[in-house]
């Protein structure tokens, strides 16, 4: 029997390839099964989903829709943390921002006025990403809410409340400015047609006796006064500058004062009465309380007197001080009981403060017409030889050659007679 020959084994090499790693065979298939799986994605079949986040809501998109309509918004939700789902390509979808999206309201079905409820779209704004086929899908929140209204204008005068303000005694709020005087109001005009006035209600502590400002917050009434809270309306400003300007009161006498009477005339002598003795003034603490009396217009009394006649003077008030009765005039009537007029022909007339460059010959030699006015006593015994025509010089332009200048008539002897009229002289001047 013949012995069998066993075969022989295989001989090793010394160093295999790495090839014949299993584990590295597993490594590589898991890579390449990786980059297939991103060329395939990428080229063949790039489609994918992003979430982009922060989206606000853009409320003026396609706004003709309602405003063609005679609508607006008049409230409207704040949203700004709208959630969008891009679908598309993954290289593409990925690097899109909030910034590139647009979320908007849709508002086909907005018919009229009230609270709608409309649906959220979205559409892409960056021109790098249109019409590449992306898919946008609003997530979160998919509705909003939006009132409409027809929405008009008001413009109304600020008015002021000064109720819970208190004058001390002796004062009056004489004047109330506002800054603004007038503001506007925007709103549905269901709203505005419900609101009349504007007011500015002012409050103090303590009584005024000084003029104050003060910042007051704007209300809005009806027309029986009551305060209006509307929802939607505002206004072009919430809160007006309020000046209160308050004046000492004082009632004080008129008086008169007389200009174009003769040197050293006695004005006490003149006995007259005034249509209101006294007059209800107000002004600053300081011009009123400093006053005595008050003056009228002057009365001339060279040239506006004579018998029989009552005069209409305007009462001239310090600057800042008014007048609270209503008065702006008054009337006067002289007592002429004790006085007589008389007419002279003067003769006596003289020059005073002559320029000493000049030489003044005085060429008339008589003023005929002259009317005095005095008591009867003094007038019965008065002559011609006691009348002066004076002409002063001092502030008169005299100049050389013959011209005609103003005479005062003067009865030195007399401090209660005057004369009423315009005298002059003519008069020769020449240079020394």
């Known amino acids: 029997m013949q012995k069998q020959t066993q075969p022989a084994e295989p001989v090793r090499k010394a160093n295999g390839s790495i090839w014949d790693n299993r584990f590295f065979l597993g490594i590589v298939s898991v890579l ?14 790039p489609q994918g989903s992003f979430v982009i986040k922060d989206v606000s809501v853009n409320y003026g998109y396609q706004s003709t829709i309602y405003t063609s309509k005679g609508l607006d918004i008049v409230d409207q939700q704040a949203v700004d943390n709208v959630q969008v789902q891009a679908d598309g390509n993954g290289t593409l979808i990925g690097k899109l921002s909030s910034s590139d999206i647009m979320v908007y309201p849709v508002y086909n079905g907005v018919q009229g006025a009230g609270k709608t409820t409309l649906r959220l779209e979205a559409r892409i704004t960056n021109t790098d990403y249109t019409n590449v086929g992306i898919k946008l899908t609003v997530l979160s929140p998919q509705t909003v809410d939006v009132v409409f209204d027809t929405v008009g204008e008001k413009t109304l005068p600020v008015t002021t409340d000064t109720s819970g303000i208190t004058i001390a005694d002796g004062f009056t709020l004489n004047r109330i400015t506002t800054t ?4 506007t ?14 007011v500015a209600p002012v409050s103090h502590e303590g009584s005024l006796s000084d003029s104050v400002s003060a910042t007051a917050s704007l209300e809005l009434r009806d027309e029986n006064g009551d305060i209006v809270t509307p929802e939607y309306t505002t206004l072009d400003s919430n809160t007006a500058d309020i000046n209160l300007t308050v004046y000492q009161v004082r009632e004080l006498p008129l008086s008169i004062v007389f200009i174009n009477a ?17 007059l ?15 003056s009228v217009a002057a009365f001339d009394l ?3 007197f004579a018998f029989d006649r009552d005069y209409q003077k305007n009462i001239e008030l310090p600057a800042g001080v008014v007048s609270l009765d209503g008065v702006s005039a008054v009337t006067i009537r002289f007592d002429t009981t004790d006085m007589i007029s008389r007419t002279f022909t003067v003769t006596n007339i003289r020059t005073v403060n002559v320029p000493s460059t000049i030489d003044l010959e005085v060429l008339t030699a008589q003023i005929h017409q002259v009317t005095l006015y005095g008591p009867k006593n003094e007038m019965e015994e008065l002559s011609a030889d006691s009348i002066l025509a004076q002409v002063d010089c001092q502030n008169l332009a005299v100049s050389v050659g013959q011209q005609t200048v103003a005479a005062s008539i003067q009865v030195p002897s007399s401090s209660h007679i005057f004369a009423v009229g315009n005298y002059t002289v003519q008069c020769q001047a020449s240079s020394q």
Not at 32 to 45: G, R
Not at 185 to 198: C, F, N, R, Y
């Open 32 to 45: 390449a099964a990786v980059l297939v799986w991103m060329v395939v994605s990428t080229f063949l079949d």
């Open 185 to 198: 109001l925007t709103g549905p005009t269901s709203e505005l047609d419900k609101i009349s006035e504007v």
């Open 302 to 304: 060279g040239r506006e």
């Open 280 to 294: 209800n003034v107000a002004g600053p603490a300081k011009t009123v309380g400093a006053l005595t009396e008050l």
């Open 262 to 278: 003769p040197s050293g005339f006695d004005t006490s002598y003149l006995k007259y009465s005034l249509s209101i003795p006294t």
């Open 180 to 183: 603004p005087t007038e503001v």
